[in-house]
């Protein structure tokens, strides 16, 4: 019998694409997927460490993973992804969890076999500074329909409470054409939705020739493959999105007019401590400038209540640019101290019960235009792409990132029909196919 595996995954979608290739490269190697983490004979926990909350449960899934170990001694264990790269996590890893076969680096990757192979009792560690890019690892995708590809790595903006920079180097962009064949592989093998992904990806080819290796000129090579699909993309920097990016879009129904686009916060005295490089007037003009070159275009972003120093007044301009920008979807986060990077040490921490009251003000805020953009909805017709099949339902996606359920069976799925939304319930579409 085979061998076995199991891969962890905490944190973002670079990570959920990260394990797809960690685990092409095990399948390589003749293993196989294992149900269960205990029972696997290779475990990979590929970490995230932007959240201190996901640290936590990376250590204590490796106290369950001891006893595991205890019970099948002859288990691999592999710890790899950001939290590795941070600084001197990797030796008081290996001190205080010796058990650990092998701890890896977001550089080192490629390393995950040669590792396997040369498996010795104790801990070894792979971790280098150096960074590049590596074209040739496989990819096991799991994800149906949908796939994922990378179209840069790293970040270059240092925005002042994330860790991401340094534990993924600085930004490389893959040359277009290696993109442009992984796409058009994938629309062979018949994936229908493809994402795009970068920590910024309207920074592709800033490192290449941005002239004509840019985002937008991506986009348009991407449109112009034959098949029927859909190209995704996130995350968007307010300061880099072009408006000949939204133009490319507004030319081609095969690109989606889902805009991830973080504000992080409403106040430009917060957003100069951030580092982020906009005020918030910048950041709804970009805003009106994808409403008015997109009409149907579907928002969503971040924002962080309780960054040092932040005031009432802070809030309330936080609020303000939530109303006036109008996001389908918003992720809320309070902030946490993230240690290594500069907002870490600032002065004027705010409390926790004043943290806890801003972002339930916020998340009740981003209901009610959320519901209110949700019934806006109900009527009107949508191409939808049939994504997933749950609970008896059709789950699928419109081309401004909308979720919509529907009556339907399995056959569906990977299918574009259009559906007529019938009913929203709590910002939740409901409708029937119209064929
Ligand atoms: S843009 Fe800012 S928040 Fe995003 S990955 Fe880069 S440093 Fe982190």
Not at 3 to 13: A, E, L, P, V, W
Not at 199 to 223: A, C, H, I
Not at 398 to 408: Q, S
Request: with cysteine; net charge positive.
């Amino acid at each position: 019998m085979s061998s076995t595996y199991k891969i962890i995954t905490y944190g973002c979608q670079m990570n959920v694409h990260e394990s797809e290739k960690i685990a092409g490269m095990l399948e390589s190697e003749g293993l196989t997927p294992a149900e269960e983490a205990e029972i696997a004979d290779v475990i990979v926990l590929n970490t995230c460490c932007v959240r201190e909350s996901a640290e936590t449960r990376v250590l204590g899934n490796l106290g369950i993973l001891k006893k595991a170990k205890e019970r099948k001694p002859d288990m691999k264990i592999i710890v790899c992804g950001c939290m590795t790269q941070a600084e001197g996590v990797a030796e008081k890893l290996k001190k205080r969890c010796p058990f650990i076969n092998a701890i890896i680096g977001t550089h080192n990757l490629n390393k995950i076999p040669v590792l396997l192979r040369a498996y010795d009792k104790k801990t070894q560690i792979e971790i280098t500074e150096e960074q590049g890019i590596n074209e040739k690892i496989p990819i096991a995708r799991t994800s149906g329909i949908n796939a994922w590809v990378n179209i840069m790595y790293g970040c270059n903006n240092f925005c002042s409470y994330c860790i991401v920079p340094y534990v993924r180097g600085r930004e490389r962009s893959r040359e277009k054409k290696n993109i442009i064949s992984d796409v058009k592989q994938l629309i062979n093998d018949g994936y229908k939705q493809i994402t795009l992904l970068g920590q910024n990806v309207n920074s592709y080819g800033n490192d290449l020739n941005g002239k004509t290796e840019n985002f937008p000129s991506l986009l348009r090579d991407l449109s112009a493959l034959d098949g029927k699909f859909r190209i995704k993309f996130m995350t968007s920097h307010p300061k880099d999105i072009l408006i000949e990016t939204a133009d490319a879009i507004a030319e081609s129904d095969k690109l989606s007019r889902f805009v991830h686009m973080p504000a992080q916060s409403g106040s430009d005295r917060i957003l100069r401590l951030m580092n982020r490089k906009y005020t918030s007037a910048e950041y709804l003009a970009k805003i009106d400038m994808l409403k008015s070159k997109l009409p149907d275009v579907g928002l969503s972003g971040d924002i962080m209540v309780g960054f040092p120093t932040e005031t009432e007044d802070d809030f309330s301009d936080t609020l303000k640019i939530v109303t006036a920008t109008e996001y389908n979807n918003l992720y809320t986060f309070i902030y946490s101290r993230r240690s290594g990077t500069p907002a870490a040490v600032m002065e004027g921490q705010v409390p926790i019960s004043d943290k806890k009251r801003r972002i339930r003000e916020l998340i009740d805020l981003q209901f009610a235009i959320g519901n209110r953009l949700a019934e806006k909805c109900v009527g009107n017709t949508y191409e939808v792409l049939c994504t997933e099949y749950k609970n008896g339902k059709i789950i699928g996606e419109t081309n401004c990132g909308k979720a919509v359920t529907l009556a339907g069976n399995k056959e569906l799925i990977g299918k574009f029909i259009n559906v007529r939304i019938t009913e929203n319930k709590n910002s939740k579409l409901y409708g029937v196919n119209t064929l």
